[in-house]
């Protein structure tokens, strides 16, 4: 089992920068895929962005690529998420997700990210 702690959530105005993190607990971090989900009010959870275990692939959501990244430190058991050029529209709860296997079993409490324009 892992458990999964977001932080870095926050207030910012549109066009501005936050970093997100997802501390892991547990010896086997590295055996996980991560990712990135949000859910906007009145709106279902999207992915955002998905990282494998080594951190040699990742992949986006065509509404944040060029302006999110996603990076992880096994060492720290940590997965990241740079958001860039914040947008209104990227107003949610972000949440972290862990899948050993077929799909993501492993989720945080999320963490609110609000973007004013």
């Known amino acids: 089992q892992v458990q999964l702690v977001e932080s870095g959530g926050g207030l910012v105005q549109a066009g501005d920068s936050l970093r997100l993190s997802c501390a892991a607990s547990?010896?086997?971090?590295?055996?996980?895929?991560m990712a990135w989900f949000r859910q906007a009010p009145g709106k279902e959870r999207e992915s955002v962005a998905a990282?494998?275990?080594?951190?040699?692939?990742?992949d986006y959501a065509g509404s944040v690529k060029g302006r999110f990244t996603i990076s992880r430190d096994n060492a720290e058991n940590t997965v990241y998420l740079q958001m860039n050029n914040l947008k209104p529209e990227d107003t949610a709860v972000y949440y972290c997700?862990?899948?050993?296997?077929?799909?993501?079993?492993?989720w945080g409490q999320g963490t609110q990210v609000t973007v004013s324009s």
């Open positions: 547990g010896r086997t971090f590295s055996s996980y895929d």
């Open positions: 997700a862990a899948r050993w296997f077929k799909k993501y079993d492993y």
């Open positions: 990282i494998s275990r080594t951190g040699g692939s990742t």
